[in-house]
Structure formats: structure tokens, C-alpha cells
């Protein structure tokens, strides 16, 4: 394939190619919507009004980043209610990072600081992904995860400036997202065969490790500025390399968590087949509606 | 499992076009699924139009729009291709004449 050009929805494209795109995609469409359930759990119950409207605004974000995916994915032939029974049937995934619980109002933060700002390194490049659809798709994306970030690493600010107690709690929020935050890269590249291949095709643009270290980078000077520490004691300049030397995550426990056994997975999965089946009215009196109005259009 | 079977896969898909400030053309910025054009245009605000993105929507069926074929593209395009003199920077203009 010519890595030049932009791939359109009816241009003739290799199979492989176009299976390996609906299932990246199907999958992060997934993860954005079982993305809103840790952070909706804490809308009820968040400090004050404005941390409310913030919070309802972020994770009305996230359903919208589901619907421009399951779009992108549908100009592949498709159809979104197939994906739907695919995630709803655990035939395919979404990300790791959202079967793990919020504890605390400071795990909304952590989420956005830590889980918000891991995504955005991995969704940057994929601005100038290969499918045309895809790219226009993270470019809207990424537009508007730069305020979710923020809203996260504002909500530590404030509680590392607090009492000593809403200060412990950032630092549990942190010490506790910290890792699986860097096992949404992936696992490392040497057990990530399907790398190379993506990278050929102008999916992928750089590998899990090279994204990862990228994250770290960014995130270990923010820390600083938090005055919240990460809980890697191996963390430490590497002079020579010009990175941030970090320890190894528990890469076991992300094999765990994908196949289903993470602390949150069946709740999620639940909640969001829920939520569907519960939604299937609303669904049912629109199209009613539609079709009542659409039989008296021509007397009218 | 009610899913798919009264999901959005049953509802025609409709393509969006927003005009960002007075005075710019519409500009397709994606698609989406409802029942009828009533909530295709409040689904599109939704969707689309959260930041102040636009003061004017269109929704489109998708079924209505026609396009040109991928495959001919080469063909379909190509008598503009060897007409460069339909363009400015295809004549000479000689030193020191101005506003030509
Ligand atoms: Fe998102
Ligand atoms: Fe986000």
C-alpha cells in the first residue's frame, strides 16, 4: 500500500486491512462508551455544581466519541447495531483501563490526568492514520480530550493543596491508576505480533513501548507539579537515553484483565447491556413516530 | 436480547454538514442514525455542535446522496488533466509587469 495517499470508504482495500481496521476501531468505539461508566458512577456525587456540569459534560464527550467511531467503523460495511452484539456478547474488547473501579471522587482526577492523557498519546497519531475516516474521526477526538485532561489534573491540584486527608487521597488515586494506565499501550512490542503489520499499513504509527515511554515523559514532570509521587521505585532520569528509565507493569495482570477477569468486567459489561435493553423503548417510539408521521406526509 | 434487532442499525444513516460563522459554505463533518430528520437535526447539534461549532445545520440522507465512482476516478477526472493552461502560473508574464 502506498503510505502517502489516504485510504476512502470505496476504495478497493487488501481484507486484511479492513478487518484489522473494524476491529481497532470497533474497539475504541467500545472503550469510549464502557469509558462513561466509572466516571458517570461519580456524577451524583460530585463536590459542587461546577465539578458536576464538568463531569456531565466530559462523559457526554465520551458517548460522542462512541458515536464518530461507530460511524468510521460503519463506512467499512459494518453495521453498528453488529459491533453493539459484539461487545455486548464479549466478542470483542474495549480498553483494559475501564474494568477497574472508582473508588474515590480522586479517581475521577486520576482518570483524567493519567487515563484521559495515555489516550491522547495514543490518539495523536492516529490523526494521520491511513483510513480517512478514522483519522477525521481522532481529529474531533482529540479537539476535545486536551479539557479532559486538564479537568483531571485540576481536580489532584486542588485536593494535593487540601486537607491531609484529601491530599492522601489523590496520592491513593494515583498510586492506584498509575500502572494500569501504562497497560493501555498494549503489551510490550516483543509479544505484540500484529504491530509490524498495522505499521505497514499506516494504522499504527508508532509501537506500544514507544508510546508508553512517550506517556511516562510527559507524566512524570506533571507529577512533580502535582507534588504527588508515582509509585515505580525504579523511576529515575536516564541521562544517556534522554528518557525516564520506568519499571516493568505487570504485564500478567493485563493478560488477566483482557480476558475478562479484572475486578469490574462483568459489571460493566452488565451495566452496558442494561442500559441498551433498558433504552429499547426510546428507540421503539422513535421509529414509531417516525413512521406515523412519514404515513400522513403525502396528505398533508 | 432486544439489541440489534430495534437498535440504530434499523434507522437510515444521514450525513451532516455544519456552516461554522456566517459567511463560510456548509462542510461535511460526519454522519449519523435516526428516525427521521426532526432528530437527525437535534441528534447532529448533539454530536456535532457541543463547542459552538456552527449557527447552521444540514442533515442529508445518505441513501440520496450520488457520488462518483472511486474505481473510474482516473477517468472521470481526467480531461482537466492536461488543460494547465486553464491555470495562472501557466503564462509567462515578462519582468517588471505588474498587476497581471
Ligand atoms: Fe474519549
Ligand atoms: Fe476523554
Redesign the pocket.
Known sequence: MDRSTTVEPRDPMPEGYRRTLVRQIAQHAHS?II?MQPEGEWISRAPSLRRKAILMAKVQ??AG?GLYLYAAAETLGTPRADLLEALHAGRQKYSSIFNYPTLTWADVGAIGWLV?GA?IVNQVPLCRCSYGPYARAMVR?CKE?SF?QRQGFEILHTLARGTAEQRAMAQDAVDRFWWPSLMMFGPPDADSPNTEQSMAWGIKRFTNDELRQRFVDIAVPQAEALGLTLPDPELRWDEDRGHWHFGTPDFAELAEVVAGRGPCNADRLAHRVRAHEDGAWVREAAAAHAAKRAAREPAA | MSGGASGGGEWPLWEVFVRARRGMAHVHVGSLHAPDADLALRNARDVYTRRQEGVSLWVVPSAEVVASTPDVRGSFFEPAADKDYRHPTHYTVPDGVQHL
Do not use: K, R
Request: aromatic share 0%; glycine share 10%; hydrophobic share 20%.
Open positions: 469510549e469509558g464527550d465520551e466519541h484521559d489516550a477526538i480530550e479532559h
